[in-house]
């Protein structure tokens, strides 16, 4: 296993060819005032896999693939049954 480092998110967006957008939510306590506080970052990843939105993937770091890209889909670990374009053509 390498050093390098591994999230898991889910896709929140697949607009653009070959990258999707990745939230990635962390939920802590704040070392001061001992409340529960909830954080969420969104990270661009190169996707060979074809995830769509609402899979969740764990992405690894990687070298820099573009401006914003440092992050490659390693695997989806759970797909979603219905996608967004189902719904919009439903309406």
């Known amino acids: 296993m390498t050093a390098r480092r591994r999230l ?24 001061v005032y001992q409340k529960v506080v909830h954080s969420a970052k969104k990270v661009m990843a190169h996707d060979e896999l074809g995830s769509k939105i609402g899979d969740e993937v764990l992405i ?17 670990l759970n797909k979603t049954e219905i996608q967004a374009e189902d719904l919009v053509k439903e309406d």
């Open 60 to 76: 690894v770091e990687s070298k820099p693939i573009s401006r914003k890209v440092r992050w490659v889909v390693q695997e989806i």
């Open 8 to 31: 898991q998110g889910i896709v929140t967006s697949d607009k653009m060819m070959k990258t999707v957008v990745v939230e990635i939510s962390r939920t802590y306590r704040h070392p």
